[in-house]
């Protein structure tokens, strides 16, 4: 008798119900949030190619994670691994922390935010006022393990950089791929030739990656990440071993070391960014769309001047397409802020410079003596 009943299935109807209930409350919110614009640029130095960006600052959490957190989220739940009253805990340099905070919120659990302690200050501060824990770490090296220390006592790690590309469906189901080529199909061009996008989790890459392959679309894609970046190193030369063999301040991407989410056989290509051109691109974009975003857009940016350079070389016509990852605001006190530039010896006047040429112009002509 005994054995018999351990063998029962469990059954706890009253968990099962907050699971449904919670997955129904992130189906409601998708609804309402479905979709971001896809912006479109025309300029001077390139007749016959278009630029579209798409706006992933306009989610309810200011960024392109807000779809991330909400796969997380429901890949945690479906998974059996998130319960009623457990407290969510997850490693993050920012914007993925604070999309996770606000869905935290949203099915009332508590949330704790592993960061680097260099993190954008507003960025802690936009998290902290959503009513989650920031727990700050001098080594950003030490997040994932911080974050592990909290799942070990009982939370539910999230584990961004772990699942990304699993958490999201590839094949549809309005990722940011299918979004991209559905709201292109009226345009000139419907089927770019190249897509940009920055590596952080690896989620957003291996997601077009996959996406474009299934669709069997000719569309290229492209990872633009900070010069000497894991990814790069480890893209070039297919080891996953690889580490990067320079910092950044581009907070987000440009990772140390190649994570489990880095799917290098789908992306075509890598623009290594210098940190200052990211930033230079950063401002002009404010220059050319009216609002500020975040340095991540910058290397995106550069990357898409880059490739339509090359496409007007060969006589190429069509689209590029690439994203604008977080809301600029975040900045203030880093990326556009002059003071907090200098002290970090980035100079972004010289590449301004190329970027006003190359948009003029069509062509692409780094600063002398510009450092990689």
């Known amino acids: 008798?005994?054995?018999?009943?351990?063998?029962?299935?469990?059954?706890?109807?009253?968990?099962?119900?907050?699971?449904?209930?919670?997955?129904?409350?992130?189906?409601?919110?998708?609804a309402r949030s479905a979709d971001t614009h896809l912006l479109k640029l025309d300029l001077p130095g390139f007749p016959g190619i278009a630029f579209y960006f798409k706006d992933e600052a306009a989610h309810p959490t200011g960024s392109l994670k807000h779809r991330l957190a909400r796969s997380l989220y429901l890949y945690a739940l479906c998974n059996g691994r998130l319960r009623a009253g457990q407290r969510v805990v997850d490693a993050s340099s920012g914007s993925t922390a604070i999309s996770e905070a606000w869905f935290a919120r949203l099915l009332g659990l508590s949330f704790v935010a592993v960061m680097p302690a260099c993190t954008a200050p507003q960025k802690i501060r936009e998290v902290q006022a959503l009513g989650a824990t920031c727990d700050l770490v001098d080594d950003p090296s030490e997040v994932a393990a911080r974050a592990a220390e909290h799942a070990a006592r009982g939370a539910?790690?999230?584990?961004?950089?772990?699942?990304?590309?699993?958490?999201?469906?590839?094949?549809?189901?309005?990722?940011?791929?299918?979004?991209?080529?559905?709201?292109?199909?009226?345009?000139?061009?419907?089927?770019?030739?190249?897509?940009?996008?920055?590596?952080?989790?690896?989620?957003?890459?291996?997601?077009?990656?996959?996406?474009?392959r299934y669709r069997r679309l000719d569309t290229r894609l492209c990872v633009a990440d900070p010069a000497g970046s894991a990814f790069a190193r480890g893209w070039s030369s297919r080891r996953r071993d690889a580490r990067a063999d320079a910092t950044t301040l581009i907070e987000g991407i440009g990772r140390a070391r190649v994570e489990p989410g880095f799917l290098f056989e789908v992306v075509d290509t890598v623009a290594e960014v210098p940190d200052a051109a990211s930033v230079a691109a950063a401002w002009r974009l404010e220059t050319l769309l009216g609002r500020r975003y975040g340095g991540s857009s910058g290397t995106n940016f550069v990357a898409c001047l880059q490739l339509a350079a090359a496409m007007r070389e060969r006589g190429e016509r069509g689209s590029i397409v690439s994203l604008l990852c977080d809301r600029g605001d975040r900045y203030a006190e880093t990326l556009f802020d002059p003071?907090?530039?200098?002290?970090?010896?980035?100079?972004?006047?010289?590449?301004?410079?190329?970027?006003?040429?190359?948009?003029?112009?069509?062509?692409?002509?780094?600063?002398?003596?510009a450092e990689r």
Do not use: K
């Open 339 to 369: 003071a907090w530039l200098s002290a970090h010896d980035l100079d972004p006047r010289p590449w301004w410079t190329t970027l006003d040429r190359c948009i003029a112009e069509g062509r692409w002509q780094e600063p002398c003596g």
């Open 1 to 30: 008798m005994n054995a018999w009943r351990r063998n029962q299935p469990f059954d706890d109807a009253s968990a099962r119900d907050w699971e449904h209930a919670a997955i129904a409350t992130l189906a409601r919110e998708a």
């Open 156 to 212: 539910c790690h999230l584990d961004q950089f772990g699942l990304a590309e699993r958490a999201t469906d590839w094949r549809g189901n309005n990722n940011i791929a299918e979004s991209i080529i559905h709201q292109l199909a009226e345009e000139t061009a419907p089927v770019p030739r190249w897509i940009v996008c920055g590596a952080g989790t690896g989620g957003t890459s291996a997601t077009i990656g996959r996406y474009l």
